[in-house]
């Protein structure tokens, strides 16, 4: 049992990057989709696609080969929450990394989540 999913897809990410593997498997859930849909449109990974196998469907995340220090920083565990306003958010590392928040819209970067001036559930941080 996993008790943090989102943290598990992170961790899995960052070792599959740094042992140069072309692809990762993830299990399944709405809520990893869209946060590796941001990754995708961010350029953090380069494809993910919905593999339906016999019993559950995995996420299978491929990777940028030169991208081997990604770094992915949960910021909100399940033990302590993060909550952010709108005003409290800030670029991260100079605006050249993203930072992924739970909102009312949806999962937004902090940048849309600023031009839309919603806060939330600060998730995590890419750089």
């Known amino acids: 049992m996993i008790t943090d999913p ?11 990057s740094r042992a ?21 449109e961010e350029g953090f990974v380069s494809e993910v696609k919905v ?4 019993k559950f469907p995995q996420l299978k995340v ?11 920083v949960r910021k909100s565990t399940p033990g302590r929450r993060l909550y952010v ?3 409290d958010l800030r670029p991260v590392k100079s605006g050249y990394g993203i930072g992924i928040l739970s909102t009312s819209k949806g999962l937004l970067t ?8 919603v806060g939330g559930e600060y998730i995590c941080e890419v750089y």
């Open 6 to 16: 989102i943290a598990d897809l992170l961790t899995r990410i960052r070792n599959a």
């Open 51 to 54: 593999v339906r196998n016999e």
């Open 62 to 72: 491929f990777l940028i080969p030169e991208n081997s220090s990604i770094e992915l």
């Open 85 to 87: 306003s709108c005003s």
């Open 20 to 40: 140069r593997h072309e692809f990762v498997l993830i299990p399944y859930s709405k809520l990893k989709e869209s946060l590796l849909a941001i990754l995708l």
């Open 110 to 117: 902090v940048e849309k989540a600023i031009e839309e001036g």
